[in-house]
């Protein structure tokens, strides 16, 4: 997984802004696939972040399935954002860094800290040890 400063986010291109949750989804009405959303408003500037299918399923399913790393993306998110509960994400404060208009929103960071959370290269990733990606040292 990418380990992103700001100078070199910068450095690659990237245009960073601030921007605060307004809305927070987990949602698995869409194609059978649970999904993670962030509604970020920067002012004028507003995305969605998220979107990942992290499981499958549906109501009235009779069989759900998610990975490991599905739920250590949602622990990333909240980690780098600073929050402890999944409910306390709505109304905080995140750096978005966007390559301008078009671009999917992929990478998010601290408000305060120099903290970045990289969700392509965190799912695309070889996947070596689970303990590895899930940040874990011995």
Request: with cysteine; aromatic share 12%.
């Amino acid at each position: 997984m990418n380990d992103w400063k700001q100078d070199e986010l910068i450095a690659e291109g990237y245009e960073l802004w601030n921007a605060r949750i307004t809305h927070v989804d987990l949602d698995m009405s869409e194609h059978g696939c649970i999904t993670m959303w962030l509604t970020l408003d920067g002012g004028g500037k507003c995305v969605c972040y998220g979107g990942v299918c992290l499981g499958h399923g549906y109501v009235g399913s009779k069989h759900f399935d998610a990975s490991d790393k599905a739920m250590v993306y949602v622990m990333r998110v909240m980690d780098v954002i600073g929050v402890s509960k999944f409910s306390q994400l709505r109304g905080e404060y995140v750096r978005v860094a966007s390559k301008g208009w078009g671009d999917t929103v992929k990478i998010i960071g601290n408000i305060l800290k120099d903290k970045w959370f990289d969700s392509e290269s965190f799912f695309t990733e070889e996947e070596t040890d689970n303990k590895e990606w899930a940040g874990y040292t011995e």
